[in-house]
């Protein structure tokens, strides 16, 4: 895990050359988040670097990182992501820091040479992302 980096073994942004992001808040609520990447390279370099960072995320279930001098506990549990696009991946992070724990779901899905990365909570992936990889299917 130290070999992805900070941001990427907290499930953050991923490093490929072309990417752009978008977070919308429903009026849920603060568990009504949802962020929405999209990032663009050869469909082989984007399927490695997302299998890579997800592969490591699901052999380590339990890990932690620092965030400044705050420990996060972090937990990863590998879900079936909808057969959209042409490869999936998806998982559960638990973050933990003390007596507080938030769940966020990130599925990214390839299309091509565009990967969709939609994070935030469970219920609220699942509402949008459909959506999202329309979006990117229409603009081809």
């Given at each position: 895990?130290?070999?992805?980096?900070?941001?990427?073994?907290v499930?953050n942004?991923?490093d490929f050359?072309r990417?752009?992001k978008?977070?919308?808040?429903?009026?849920?609520?603060?568990?009504?988040e949802?962020?929405e990447?999209?990032?663009?390279?050869?469909a082989?370099?984007?399927s490695?670097g997302?299998s890579?960072i997800?592969?490591?995320m699901?052999s380590c279930?339990?890990?932690?990182?620092?965030v400044?001098?705050?420990?996060?506990d972090m937990?990863?549990e590998?879900?079936?992501?909808p057969?959209?696009?042409d490869?999936?991946?998806?998982?559960?992070?638990?973050y933990s820091?003390?007596?507080q724990?938030?769940?966020?779901?990130q599925?990214a899905?390839r299309?091509a040479n565009v990967?969709?990365v939609?994070?935030g909570?469970?219920?609220?992936?699942?509402?949008?992302?459909?959506?999202a990889v329309?979006k990117v299917?229409r603009?081809?």
């Open positions: 895990m130290e070999k992805l980096g900070g941001d990427a073994a499930g942004s991923l050359p990417r752009a978008a977070s919308f808040t429903y009026t849920g609520g603060s568990d009504s949802v962020a990447e999209l990032y663009s390279d050869s082989a370099k984007l490695r997302v890579r997800f592969d490591a699901i279930p339990t890990y932690q990182v620092f400044g001098s705050t420990s996060v937990g990863t590998e879900m079936a992501a057969p959209l696009g490869e999936q991946w998806s998982q559960l992070l638990t820091v003390g007596r724990r938030s769940v966020v779901q599925t899905i299309i990967l969709v939609v994070s909570s469970p219920g609220v992936v699942d509402a949008h992302l459909a959506k329309d299917q603009t081809r």
